[in-house]
Structure formats: structure tokens, C-alpha cells
């Protein structure tokens, strides 16, 4: 599974308008639905959905990195958006520091196994120093893509 085939390029929110998590994770799910990977009639199930799986336990998994994600019946492909922020959102993360890069992933809740090779494939990237820091210093699509798409190709290569 690579990056590009997770994350829509309208699902790229280089700048949030949102400072705070709730509305973070209500912006990327509006990215999806308006990109097509989500249907608009499940926004506010989906949104609902996406916080009570926060309230349970953070995804801000520190490094200035947060992985919102939910499996849903009603979720039918895989998807996943991304936002990044400039000044940092409170998303009560493992290392009690602001998040910077946000990435909500939208499973289909009967296909657990590709939900884990998403998450596996995220925090893979997630997880390298270069990959977090040229994220974070994206300011368009284009530079969020074109990082997507040297991962995916650093993946098939190793």
C-alpha cells in the first residue's frame, strides 16, 4: 500500500484554518467528503465517530504528529487526509507538545487488515525525522505530493 493511493490530493489541507482539535478533525473530514473519498451524508456520523475514538485515547502520538483514524460500516474505500498547521494544535499528545502534521484515515470497517497496513505505511514515514520535518515545512499541494510520492517510492525501493 502506498501513500499516494491513501491520500487524495484534495484532501490536502496544506494551511488549517482550525486551531483546536475538534474543529482539525471536523476540516479533514470536510476535505474528504469534499474530495469524493467520504460520502456527504456521513460527515457528521463520521465526524462523531473520528472524536468519541480521540476521547478514548489521543492519537497525537508526539513528534508533532497526530493520526485521528475510525473504521466505519459505511465507509466503503480506504482514505485519508492530510492537514498541517502552522501554529500547532493541542491533540493532548504523548509528549504533551503541539501537533503540526494531522493525518485522518477513514477505513471501511470490515477490511481490519488493510486499516492496519494503512496505519503501518503512515507511521513508517511518520516515524522518519526527514519525512515529519519537509512535511511540516510544506506550504502547498504540490510540496505535500511530491513527498507522498519520494516515500512511496523510497518504500518500493527498499
Known amino acids: 500500500m502506498r501513500m499516494l493511493q491513501l491520500v487524495s490530493e484534495s484532501a490536502i489541507v496544506p ?25 456527504a451524508k456521513l460527515r457528521d456520523e463520521l465526524v462523531k465517530s473520528v472524536l468519541e475514538r480521540e476521547r478514548r485515547g489521543s492519537t497525537g502520538f508526539g513528534r508533532g504528529v497526530a493520526v485521528p483514524h475510525v473504521k466505519h460500516k459505511s465507509v466503503k474505500t480506504m482514505a485519508a487526509a492530510i492537514g498541517l498547521s502552522e501554529r500547532g494544535v493541542d491533540f493532548n499528545s504523548l509528549d504533551k507538545q503541539p501537533v503540526f502534521s494531522v493525518f485522518l484515515l477513514l477505513s471501511p470497517e470490515d477490511r481490519p487488515e488493510e486499516h492496519l497496513q494503512a496505519m503501518e505505511v503512515i507511521f513508517k514515514n511518520l516515524s522518519k525525522d526527514t519525512f515529519r520535518r519537509f512535511l511540516r515545512q510544506a506550504a502547498s499541494v504540490e510540496e505535500v505530493k511530491t513527498l507522498l510520492e519520494e516515500a512511496d517510492n523510497q518504500l518500493l525501493a527498499g
Open 15 to 39: 494551511r488549517l484554518k482550525a486551531s483546536q482539535r475538534d474543529e482539525v478533525i471536523i476540516e479533514l473530514v470536510d476535505a474528504l467528503v469534499s474530495s469524493g473519498a467520504a460520502p
